[in-house]
């Protein structure tokens, strides 16, 4: 099991931009994939990105491409999840999440340990 705790939420415009971090414990984080959740008021958690325990390949949702990056450094046990161009329906907690498997998925089923998430508020 590894821990992780997420930092860099806040308050920020639309059109602005934040940088997630999700510090993660323990030796085995490298072989790890790593992906990012959301879940705003009312609504279900949904996954945002994705990244292979490598860094070589990435997996966005539709509604974050070309706004958002994914991307990790295995000798600081981080990933990181770069926010631009922020609209207000990206308001909600994001949360960091582990695979136990290189592979990536999209489901949140797939992952096996959870951050307690940072909170996005994004105001138009």
């Known amino acids: 099991q590894v821990q992780l705790v997420e930092s860099g939420g806040g308050l920020v415009q639309a059109g602005g931009s934040l940088r997630l971090s999700c510090a993660a414990s323990?030796?085995?984080?490298?072989?790890?994939?790593m992906g990012w959740f959301r879940q705003a008021p009312g609504k279900e958690r949904e996954f945002v990105a994705a990244?292979?325990?490598?860094?070589?390949?990435?997996y966005y949702a539709d509604s974050v491409k070309g706004r958002f990056t994914i991307s990790r450094d295995n000798a600081k046990n981080t990933v990181y999840l770069q926010m631009n161009s922020l609209k207000p329906e990206d308001s909600a907690v994001y949360y960091c999440?582990?695979?136990?498997?290189?592979?990536?998925?999209?489901?949140?089923?797939?992952?096996?340990?959870w951050g307690q998430g940072t909170q996005v508020t994004v105001s138009s």
């Open positions: 323990g030796r085995t984080f490298s072989m790890y994939a």
């Open positions: 999440a582990a695979r136990h498997s290189g592979l990536l998925v999209r489901d949140q089923n797939g992952f096996d340990d």
């Open positions: 990244i292979f325990w490598s860094g070589s390949s990435t």
